[in-house]
Nanobody, 127 residues
């Protein structure tokens, strides 16, 4: 199994950028689809985007397309979520998640489709 630790969250103003990292350990990182989710207060956890095992294929929720970019460095066992032009409605706890799969499929958007989760990192965007 794999253990995940997110970092990089913080408090920023609207329009700023942040890069979240998700460091993995315990298993071969390159055998996993990596997903990013977020959960705002009082709301359900929602899918943000995912990247396949090799990093060649990505998938995003429409609301973040063009602003957020997911990447991974398999040599460092780390996935990234680059967030640009942040908006107050992006405020949430951000989680990375892993699904053990080697394919080009990245359309796993449900919480139950991922097997391992990090503890989350808070992102707060002020007006």
């Amino acid at each position: 199994q794999v253990q995940l630790v997110e970092s990089g969250g913080g408090l920023v103003q609207a329009g700023a950028s942040l890069r979240l990292s998700c460091a993995a350990s315990g298993d071969t990182f390159s055998m996993y689809v990596m997903g990013w989710f977020r959960q705002a207060p009082g709301k359900e956890r929602e899918f943000v985007g995912a990247i396949n095992f090799s990093g060649r294929t990505t998938h995003y929720i429409d609301f973040v397309k063009g602003r957020f970019t997911i990447s991974r460095d398999n040599t460092k066992s780390t996935a990234y979520l680059q967030m640009n032009i942040l908006k107050p409605e992006d405020t949430a706890v951000y989680y990375c998640a892993a699904r053990r799969e080697i394919s080009n499929t990245v359309t796993y958007t449900g919480v139950s489709e991922y097997h391992y989760w990090g503890q989350g990192t808070q992102v707060t965007v002020s007006e």
